[in-house]
């Protein structure tokens, strides 16, 4: 489960003036989560109906907790300033990669 207080707590806030902010990333990391597995994501039960979800696991969890980190703290498509690289994109795979259907 990826819970707003999960997700505060990684971002290390502590406050609630931005959690509809942080709602809209959550569902925006599942949903590229999921359109880069070809696969539905559940919180607890994968309905017998759905051969193909997958419920959240520790990986996918900390896949979503990178973009949502990365997306709260950089706001802009484009970031300037003097700094190391960031692969965010990079780490983000690397967790998800075993859990994509070939062809998706």
């Excluded at 509809?20 to 109906?49: M, T």
């Excluded at 949502?68 to 190391?84: C, K, L, M, P, T």
């Amino acid at each position: 489960m990826l819970s707003l207080d999960l997700v505060k707590a990684h971002c290390r806030i502590d406050n609630d003036d931005e959690d509809d902010v942080l709602q809209s990333y959550i569902e925006s990391a599942l949903g590229h989560i999921e359109s880069q597995l070809g696969r539905k994501l559940y919180n607890d039960n994968v309905p017998d109906s759905d051969l193909t979800g997958i419920v959240i696991n520790a990986p996918i969890r900390h896949a979503a907790l990178m973009l949502i980190a990365h997306w709260y703290e950089n706001r802009e498509s484009v970031v300037v300033g003097n700094f190391g690289s960031k692969e965010i994109e990079i780490g983000t795979w690397r967790l998800i990669q075993p859990y994509r259907i070939m062809g998706a």
